[in-house]
């Protein structure tokens, strides 16, 4: 973090000093995990649902930090004291940030995709200037402002993930690090159950157009209606980017290559360049597009975001991850998270790299979270999506998941095409018993639904 004195932060965060003294300096990293403190950094002791962190302070303190964010004093250890700890994380990361006036903040949010744009963009604008790009998918009000608080004085990009749950979400991120370039990538049905409808969904996402800076740019997804919309909820500069032909960074003649990698022609103005991704799944064209508009905003040339998305590869695990094992059998490990735009697009690439090696496919899927009322219906169309690629076999993995087998049945699975199972145990002894040489298996769901651990189990099998 840049130097700032604890009296200059108490008064960002209205807090109280106790036990050091307003000169005092905090030069080193900010964390919420007293084993990562060290000396000259701040501790943030955020209550949790089984520690507290204010049992660590003291660890932090003897790790040599310069004070710690807390709610209480804490005896023996140098203390800013605050009504919430991590209010107050987000208003040190705006003083920081707002000190930082070369920075150039990109933030960016959907539905899906945030994370594997998140990480083409990070690549794609490296080679330009000192970039901090979020690790994992740090997007909510404890990871954004821990993320923005990486920048200095020789930082020129800060890229910020942002998610939303409710209304004000990204409002409130926005407000911690304002954009410059602002990206809203799609509207899906992910936490549908927490915004009632994709029309809500949409108005919250749309807060990001609405925080782009003065001379900023907004950068829109014309494949998507509500996303297009959004223009008016703006009097920047805007740039749209998808497959339709009014978009001004646009993909023409998208394809699967045998491992289920997409190339395309990529058309900005009079150029038009060949494409070639290192990602596997159409939905990752999208993805590309929405980086090379980032790129385009903050002047890059088309030949050098053809040339930077060509060699762009993946960056974070469980993301369309495909492992080879030593007998034969293909893990496409897609077990981060999952909606049903991501759910169908993993589908997509699994039946084109299954038919393009003529090998049997396994689609093994766990259940979409955060989908509300509309959670059965979508499991159910993914079951009979299924069918209808003529994927070979499906595994459905837990109660919630089980409307996916249900569907599969009605559209038309017989014998033990599909199957179900309670838990992830039954799930790989089911595999193990009927996996073969050749078999590609795609493994999905969403995060709290813990399928990663079974492809991991798959993986590591191969490996014995």
Known sequence: MIPVSCGEIADAVNGELTGVAPSAVVDGAVVIDSRAAGPGGLFVALPGENVDGHDYVG??????VTVSLTARPVEGSPCIVVADPQ???GALARLV??????????????SSGKTSTKDLIGQLIRPYGETVVPEGSFNNEIGHPLTALQATESTKYLVAEMGARHQGDITYLTGITPPKIGLVLNIGTSHIGEFGSQDNIAVAKGEMIEAVTAGGTALLNADDHRVAAMRSRTKER???????????????GVKLDAEGQPAFTLRIGDFSGDIQLQFIGEHYVSNALAAAAVGAAIGMTPEQLAEGLNAATRVSAARMELT???????????????NPDSTRAALKALVAIGRSRGARTWAVLGEMLELGDASA?????????????????LLVVGAGAKPIHLGASLEGSWGNESAYVDSIPEALELLRSELRAGDVVLVKSSKGSKLRSLADALIEEGVQ
């Open 59 to 64: 660890t932090a303190t003897a790790a040599g």
């Open 87 to 89: 209010a107050a994380l």
């Open 97 to 110: 940030v707002g000190r930082l006036p070369d920075l150039t903040v990109i933030a960016l949010t959907g």
């Open 238 to 252: 805007v740039l749209t980017f998808g497959e339709a032909p009014e978009a001004d960074i646009r993909a023409e």
């Open 324 to 338: 080879e094992r030593a007998d034969g059998v293909t893990i496409i490990n897609d077990a981060f998270n999952a």
């Open 377 to 393: 219906d979508e499991h159910d169309a993914i079951g009979r999506l299924v069918v209808r690629l003529d994927v070979n076999r």
